[in-house]
């Protein structure tokens, strides 16, 4: 049977399984819901397989043709009526690396700001994390993040601290988890002050961005301009690079989220609608996550 309804086929591309999900818009309901391994990694190196596959499992419990494509490339095309809606922790996620000056102070809101955003943290380091700064460098080389988060510092404070964290950094260099030959987006968002000295470190080895600091004085945060840069990178950079993400981003309707936000925002309007404090749990193939 050919769609003659509006649907929505929404999918969360995990790291080990793709979950789809039919529903009819009007009036809204389940149609129906399956699942495929995940295909970001060889021997399939394209997400895109997953997802197809998926999908097509959605046409055979529902008998409704949702493809308009029947073959067996990756491409990916939809029958008219369809709108496609897509989430993604493929890969680990979005694995941020986040450096701060104090373990409880910048570093802890670079924290809420990465987790806000959807992100994964691969580390935490800061002056007093009780590393040397030889351990910290080591420890940074071997990761390998999609994104790296520097912060530190008040505006108008001390800023010593913080760019001693930058050349850390820059002496550690870790590199991106795919494409080696790119440079890793990283956003400053520490002492104003010290940004024209941080640009002077770290731009020619890091993809630099600087942005308002996340803790402007010792009482107050400022973390929405942090979390939509980290957004809006992941999907102009991240994704570019990540196998099939770049052909699936043509097809989706709105932009691929990382799979922790869309938790978020979707707690978030239960959350409004019915007046609760929700506490939830993903239950992921590599992570288990806690929501409030």
Known sequence: MIATKEYTITTDIGSTTTKAILLENQPLRIVAQKSSATTVEAPYNDVRFGVK???????????????????????LGFMPGIQYLSTSSAGGGLQILVIGLTVFDSANSAK???????????????????????????????LHPDMI?????????AISGVLRMAEIMRVAKPQPKYDTSQKIPTIYAGNIEA???IENMIEREFDLYVLPNLRPAMDSENLAPTQ???QELFMENVMEHAPGYLHLKEVVN?????????????LGIIAAKERLNILAFDIGGATTD???
């Open 290 to 292: 806690a929501f409030s």
């Open 254 to 266: 709105h932009n691929i989220l990382p799979t922790p936000l869309g938790v978020i925002r979707s």
């Open 149 to 157: 988060l520097l912060s530190g510092g008040t505006d108008g404070g």
């Open 53 to 75: 596959n998926a999908i097509r499992a959605l046409e055979n419990q529902s008998g409704i043709q949702l493809l308009a494509d029947k073959g067996d490339s990756p491409t």
């Open 228 to 230: 939509a840069k980290i």
């Open 112 to 142: 809420r700001a990465a987790y806000g955003a959807g992100g994964i943290i691969l580390d935490t380091f800061a002056i007093n994390d009780k590393r040397q700064a030889s351990q910290q460098m080591l420890a940074m080389r071997k």
């Open 195 to 197: 940004a024209p000295m």
